[in-house]
């Protein structure tokens, strides 16, 4: 959903699995969520990312991160607690899209400042369907920091 004469918002996707990425971009396109998603696959590509290093110099800044937990060379969790203790980028909201449905995960995501924590359904409908109620919440409901 889109507030008329906004712009598409912004939502930067750190996945290493090209098909869980490919499922998130599908849930948004189904439910006709107006946005540029850029997507990332690990901790380091995104901070480089971030703080628009190298090959990512002009990209936009996100309103939103959707991250995976377990990743190569900086997961989740390590990637959360870099940016949450970084003054430039701590106001993004970060919200953990993952398989794992461990408490301890969910603990130590809220512990490091993640906005929100949700488990990957398997079944596509409840996928679709959890994208379309954070798409509800993120960009219609919630109200954004404005972007650096």
Sequence with gaps: MLAENSQPFDILLVEDEPAD????????????????????????????????????????????ILLDLNMPRMNGREF?????????????????????????????SYKLGAAGYITKPVDMDQFIDAIRQLDNYWFVLARLPKKI
């Excluded at 701590?90 to 993952?98: A, E, F, G, M, S």
């Design 21 to 64: 990425a490919h499922l998130v971009r599908s849930a948004l396109k189904e439910n006709k969520v107006l946005c540029n998603m850029n997507v990332v696959q690990d901790g380091v590509e995104a901070l480089a990312y971030l703080r628009r290093e190298g090959q990512y110099h002009d990209v936009p800044f996100p309103d939103l």
């Design 80 to 108: 959360l607690a870099v940016v949450k203790a970084d003054e430039e980028l701590k106001t993004i909201p970060v919200v953990v899209l993952t398989t794992s449905d461990v408490e301890r995960d969910v603990v130590a």
